[in-house]
């Protein structure tokens, strides 16, 4: 599985054709962040979001200690996703502590006048969109990143 990341960092960095040599411990963290960028897209669990997330923000504070200063992208990419597990917790309580919660049948059929939403679908709309909208923002930040990398 390490050799898999080893060589999608080297892929995702231009392969051979680079200039100067990424540091190590920031490839580490190009890794861990990929997968919060394609978790974040794809929907994972909570859990296993979360747990991704921890391991992303490990591998950022052992590539960027208080003495040297990260890329402002790849800063920004990880304030995001972690605001968007914040507010993914903050969705799935509202869900479990409301009872069946809501999904986008329930969300179709209360626009569609079939039923009345239940309390838990004002959270939900007021929070589902901020996830979303965070998750492509941190992917773009994390993209940009990544080019000031290779340069």
């Known amino acids: 599985m390490v050799n898999v990341r080893i060589l999608a960092a080297f892929l995702l960095l231009g392969g051979c054709h680079r200039e100067k040599a ?24 909570l859990k296993t979001f979360g747990l991704q997330v921890a391991r992303a923000k490990a591998a950022f504070d052992v590539a960027y200690p208080d003495d040297k200063v990260a890329p402002v992208d790849f800063f920004s990419a990880m304030i ?56 492509a923002e941190a992917a773009e930040c994390f993209e940009r990143g990544l080019k000031m990398v290779r340069r």
Request: proline content about 5%.
């Open 80 to 135: 995001d996703w972690q605001l968007v597990l914040k507010l993914r917790k903050s969705e799935q309580k509202h869900k479990t502590f409301f009872g069946a919660g809501v999904n986008q049948e329930t969300i179709n059929g209360v626009r569609a006048g079939m039923h009345e939403p239940p309390i838990d679908y004002w959270v939900y709309l007021e929070i589902h969109p901020y996830v979303e909208a965070y998750s």
């Open 22 to 45: 990424v540091d190590p411990l920031v490839l580490a963290f190009i890794n861990e962040g990929a997968l919060v960028r394609t978790q974040a897209t794809q929907g994972v669990d």
